[in-house]
């Protein structure tokens, strides 16, 4: 089955960058009939999906309005995974970090997330 | 504030049935059949439960099921059993393009 194994620094000092990496295993990250994800989850925001990477002929990200000036989200074919970047993080940004594999979907955000990241505490110390 | 609207908590005794709700607009829940649950326990991630309303992903026990009716989806989880015990989450697809959110609802079993 698909897994997702996350990786990354847990302390960010404000006005940096949040840098996180998620494995992917059982699947490839070029699958056409898959989208993969970053959501966030904080105590303050709640649940927020971030962006997704996904291959269809090309490659292709989008971005949540709220944080698209600042995001960027990468496939890497030579490993398998997917990447995470936020750009001049807050202490807003302070929370834990999911990636998921999101199925084909006509939506736009994708709404069902399956499986997800064991999700990384990441805090932004100012 | 949370798009979507659910009780902070609710309980059941083993072998009961629960209701969790979760309630939106017409631009949201009450728009489009893509309501997902999600159930996480503490400090794991979570696990998607039901989706498009009423669909169980392959692995997900059947006593647990969704539906929907107007503005307000529902989670059920029949015969109760202790491990059940945890947070659960509802999404739905908004006309804004935009996934919202419940607040998200702890589940005692008592």
């Known amino acids: 089955q698909v897994q997702l194994q996350q990786s990354g620094p847990g302390l960010v000092k404000a006005s940096q960058t949040l840098s996180l990496t998620c494995a992917i295993s059982g699947d490839s990250v070029s699958t056409y009939s898959a989208t993969w994800n970053w959501i966030r989850q904080s105590p303050s925001r709640g649940l927020e999906w971030l962006g997704r990477?996904?291959?269809?002929?090309?490659?292709?990200?989008d971005y949540a309005v709220s944080v698209k000036s600042r995001i960027t989200i990468n496939p890497d074919t030579s490993k398998n995974q997917f990447s995470l970047q936020l750009n001049s993080v807050t202490p807003e940004d302070t929370a834990v970090y999911y990636c998921?594999?999101?199925?084909?979907?006509?939506?736009?955000?994708?709404?069902?997330?399956?499986?997800w990241g064991q999700g990384t505490l990441v805090t932004v110390s100012s | 504030q949370s798009a979507l609207t659910q009780p902070a908590s609710v309980s059941g005794s083993p072998g009961q049935s629960i209701t969790i709700s979760c309630t939106g607009t017409?631009?949201?829940?009450?728009?489009?059949?893509?309501v997902s649950w999600y159930q996480q326990h503490p400090g794991k991630a979570p696990k998607l439960m039901i989706y498009d309303v009423s669909n169980r992903p392959s692995g997900v026990s059947n006593r647990f099921s969704g539906s929907k009716s107007g503005n307000t989806a529902s989670l059920t989880i029949s015969g109760l059993q202790a491990e059940d015990e945890a947070d659960f989450y509802c999404?739905?697809?908004?006309?804004?393009?935009?996934?919202?959110f419940g607040g998200g609802t702890r589940l005692t079993v008592l």
């Open positions: 999404s739905s697809y908004s006309s804004s393009n935009t996934l919202v």
């Open positions: 998921a594999r999101a199925a084909d979907s006509p939506t736009y955000p994708p709404t069902r997330f399956d499986p």
């Open positions: 990477t996904y291959h269809r002929s090309k490659w292709y990200s």
């Open positions: 017409s631009s949201d829940v009450g728009g489009f059949n893509y």
